[in-house]
């Protein structure tokens, strides 16, 4: 996992905020701040922190006031690696899941490679492991990584959306707030490393994750663990019509 600072400006519109905002509505206006690479076998996404204080977008609009959410992450992109996660991603919660090649590796020097493949190599993360880490020196990136004991989880939201049809049946847009619980492992004792990281992202018409600008490179972290998603509820709904 890294943590980096990046924008995306997409044509909707643009502007920053200060305030942590959970937000929704599509096309996306200007995000910032956290973006994390979760490298695994199972899943790789890049989470971005929205940071203003509403938005309207094509399906309607939506503050934090209206769901009473003080703090949630949207996902524009998270790939995934069998048929069970991406439906179960896509069916449930409208988290916009691909199916991709990712690969993990870690030589004798303590250098972590995770590449995401998909038609070409969408992500490459490196991470020079340096030194081992305690649970409490996640503290210092609390804003960004909650943890509870050795659990941290991540409010998420995402779009699940059915269209409206040509002949006038509507079609309707939920916005679906859920979670990642990562625990790491082993309980007792777990394997924390920290190091300086470097993440290239590249992409195609179809991924195009280099729209998404890196500023700044925070730090790298390496660890295992178990990973649960769960639902927490419907935020809110609007109806779409043809």
């Known amino acids: 996992m890294s ?44 989470t971005h922190h929205l940071r203003r204080d509403g938005l309207q977008g094509g399906i309607g609009g939506y503050t934090r006031e209206d769901g009473g959410i003080s703090l949630a992450y949207y ?37 972590v490679v995770g590449t995401l493949d998909r038609g070409g190599e969408l992500m490459r993360v490196e991470i020079a492991i340096a030194s081992r880490l305690g649970l409490e020196q996640l503290d210092a990136f ?22 409206s049809l040509p002949d006038g049946t509507p079609g309707i847009a939920q916005l679906i707030l859920w979670y990642a619980k990562f625990i790491f492992i082993p309980r007792d004792n777990p394997q924390l490393w920290a190091g300086e990281a470097r993440v290239k992202l590249g992409g195609t018409s179809f991924d195009p994750l280099d729209d998404i600008k890196i500023t700044q490179v925070i730090t790298g972290l390496y660890f295992e663990g178990d990973m ?8 809110k709904e609007w109806k779409l019509s043809w």
């Not at 980096?4 to 942590?20: K, M």
């Not at 069998?82 to 896509?90: Q, V």
Request: aromatic share 4%; hydrophobic share 40%; proline share 7%.
């Open 75 to 111: 996902i524009p992109y998270i790939y995934v690696t069998n048929d069970a996660a991406l439906a179960a991603g896509r069916e449930l919660v409208g988290a916009p899941k691909k199916l991709g090649r990712i690969e993990l590796s870690i030589n004798d020097y303590g250098l």
């Open 228 to 235: 649960e998603l769960g639902i927490t509820r419907m935020v």
């Open 142 to 163: 609390k804003a960004l990584i909650p943890r509870v004991d050795n659990t941290i989880t991540f409010p998420l939201l995402s779009l699940r959306v059915l269209p």
């Open 3 to 46: 943590l980096a600072r990046v924008t995306i400006r997409a044509t909707f519109g643009e502007g920053s905020g200060c305030e942590p905002l959970a937000t929704g509505g599509d096309p996306l206006p200007q995000l910032g701040v956290a973006h994390g690479e979760a490298v695994e076998k199972e899943t790789v996404g890049t």
